[in-house]
């Protein structure tokens, strides 16, 4: 059987284009493939440096994973930190990984032109990926697009050290979905909490209805047909949280002239509102009994340091340590 695995940065509460980017796909993969799920809280490390801050973020994440359907019944979840194994490995794959490779990575590329100094942890970042990854014979990885070169990065390693040693690692595939791949923003840009242009997942009713009546549109009037109706924002993400008939209507009825955009945004509200609705029932269920929710997290973690180490023993015994 396949085995899908996909880290989460404990970096921040989680919106709607982490739901529908990357939370969705990996948690219907949970139907066809063993799934890996793990919050990557050393990764955290390379832009927080708030010990209280991560603590209650990497409770969040797994709190919003579970809510929105990851099943610990069938799926193994942990905390990355919990396996420290992952640090033994990137260790020796990061002998044979070339600086040059390091050095073209857009992550840190980005980081550094934007003026955030650079430490070694944000440099050797995508080493500890592909660790993350070689340590439990991935074989695919869902992933957003910004992440797709951090696995090209991972097959070169991999089948680097196959090469250099003898085959040991399982080579994987990032595995993106087309369709969601960049979910707009309130202003139209890529949603990130970098940009400020998130709706929430499990956001306070009162301010995310304020956020989405909030949505900049253009001064057209309500008559006015918009033959650009579907580069729409709040249509875009109408059709993530509505049933397809009820947005091609709504797009439909703003091509043709006479949807106002009130009208439209106070739909979005609704749809976004009851789409989530059963997550946040189970969401406040499980954060009424964390004693519950650590415990889940201690098993996956003795399921995932089986697995991983396997694994390094292999590669132990591979390169001759
Ligand atoms: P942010 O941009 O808010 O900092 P992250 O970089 O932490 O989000 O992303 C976590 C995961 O969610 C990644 O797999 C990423 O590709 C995905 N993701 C983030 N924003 C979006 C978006 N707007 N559309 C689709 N996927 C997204
Ligand atoms: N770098 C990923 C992100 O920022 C998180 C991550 C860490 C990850 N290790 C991983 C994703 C391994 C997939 C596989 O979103």
Known sequence: ?????????????????????????????????????????????????????RRRNTLDVALDWLACGLDPARSVFWKQ????????????????????????AHSYKDKTAKGISANFGLFAYPVLMAADILLYDTHRVPVGKDQKQHVEMTRDIAIKFNQTYSET?????SVIREDV?????????????????TIDIFGDEKATKKKIMGIVMDSRTPQEPKPDADKNVAIQLLKLVAPEEVSTDYERRLREGGLGYGDLKKALFEHYWTYFAPYRAKRAELAANLDH???????????ARATANGVLGRARAACGL
């Open 293 to 303: 929710v650590n415990a889940l997290l201690r098993d996956g973690a003795a399921k």
């Open 81 to 104: 930190s919990d396996v420290p194994e992952v640090a033994e490995l990137m260790w020796i794959i990061g002998t044979l990984t070339p600086m040059g490779l390091l050095e073209r």
């Open 181 to 197: 791949a960049v979910v707009p923003g309130l202003d139209g840009q890529k949603m990130s909490k970098s940009y400020g242009n």
């Open 1 to 53: 059987m396949s085995r899908t695995l996909t880290g989460i940065q404990p970096s921040g509460t989680l919106h709607i284009g982490n739901y529908f980017g990357a939370m969705r796909p990996a948690i219907d993969a949970q139907a066809k493939a063993e799934c890996y799920f793990f919050i990557a809280d050393y990764h955290s490390m390379t832009s927080l440096w708030d010990s209280t801050q």
């Open 169 to 173: 690692f399982v080579v994987p595939e």
